[in-house]
């Protein structure tokens, strides 16, 4: 009997539900995919994605980074989907504005935070720990991060959970989102002139000073448009992700009762227990690329112009590279892992993310040790950037 034709389709929501099984096959089998319905090929091995996350000259990020963008030219596109030079400018400037410093003086804020959502829930019975908890968090540490005074950061989190609303059945934007957005751009406008007036420490008064190059050799200062930019690329890059990390966690440590134990025994292993839940579930576990030559991989050409998705999820559980890699071990040694990127795009908030998923971890286990999930109330999210849950109930 053969066996089942093996298929990648990153629609499929079963495929999306449990890919591992089908990307285990891909890396077995066709370690060099081609789907021909999508028109696009696909790397699934560690030594694979990494390598070509590390070669930005023939797997180019201009064109975008998520196969169904890359056919329409994309009017000022946000640094992630630049390639060098004007990457390079870029990324210079805005690591003057998230410094280390920065992020490390944002630690008590996050734990504040923190403290504040799940404090709310202690002797309650049960909460939902994405809505609840982890969807909130990063919009307000972003808030936080950009200088956003503390008693706006709430309204405009409720504005951003709004943009996201939709009514049954609609596909589109709904009215209220289409309004919550207006005023979240008015809301940055105000914050961005009276910063201009005002500069103080924080990230957008330093986004503010900073010098971008020009091709000629000059510089100049960022416009509020490209201010307002950074914001809407901080919040993309950097909510979703901490969300669905943070979901990962409250589910895999659920069904790994031993491992949560481990954390909670022994709080110094929540840094090590966050880089295993990223390289166990990666949130961000597709990374496309435009291919600008002909490249060879097992005998076969990758001919230039065609697009090529890096299965960073698939890498993360490549058996070449991870000893059992279907087991998460809070204690795993991990060298490196491919969920926060490698090469000139590796994640710009990694330290932040890091961050906020130990603090979470922390606050989270000192209170709740333990839980249970409410298996029927998990829903998942498919997207084309994030994989996740956007609901997970617990009970306690
Ligand atoms: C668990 C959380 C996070 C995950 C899994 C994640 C993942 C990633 C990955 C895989 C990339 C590389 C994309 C590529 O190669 O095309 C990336 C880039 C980026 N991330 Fe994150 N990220 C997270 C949190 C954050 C946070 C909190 C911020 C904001 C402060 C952020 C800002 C960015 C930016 C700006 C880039 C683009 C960097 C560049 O193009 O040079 N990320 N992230």
Known sequence: MSAAELIYDPYDYE??????????????????????????????????????????ETFSSARGTVIELMDQPMKNPPMIFMDPPAHTRFRKLVGHALTPRRVRELEPRIRELAAGYLDAFVGSGGFDFVSDFSARLPVMVISSLLGVPEEDQEQLRIWTDLTLHREPGETGMSQAARDASGDITSYWQKHIADRRRQPRDDMMSDLMRGELEQDDGSTRKLSDGELYAFYLLLSSAGNETVARLLGWAA????????????????????????????????????????????????GQVVPRDSKITLLTASANRDEREFPDPDRLDVT??????????????????????????????????????????????????HTSTVRGYSQVPIRF
């Open 15 to 56: 495929i999306d539900a449990d890919p591992y099984p089908v990307f285990r096959r891909m890396r077995d089998e066709a370690p060099l995919y081609h789907n021909e319905q999508y028109g696009f090929y696909a790397l699934s091995r560690f030594e694979d994605v990494l390598e070509a996350s590390l070669d930005h």
């Open 251 to 298: 589910i895999l440590l659920a069904r790994n009762p031993g491992e949560r134990e481990k954390l909670v025994r022994d709080p110094a292993l929540i840094p090590g227990g966050v880089e295993e839940l990223l390289r166990f579930e990666a949130p961000s576990p597709v990374q496309a690329r435009w291919v600008m030559r002909d490249v060879e991989y097992y």
């Open 332 to 381: 795993r040694q991990i060298d490196r892992h491919m969920s926060l990127g490698f090469g000139i795009h590796f994640c710009l908030g990694a330290s932040l993310a890091r961050m906020e998923g130990r603090v979470a971890l922390e606050e989270t286990l000192r209170r709740f040790p333990t839980w249970d999930l409410e298996e029927e109330g998990l829903q998942m999210i």
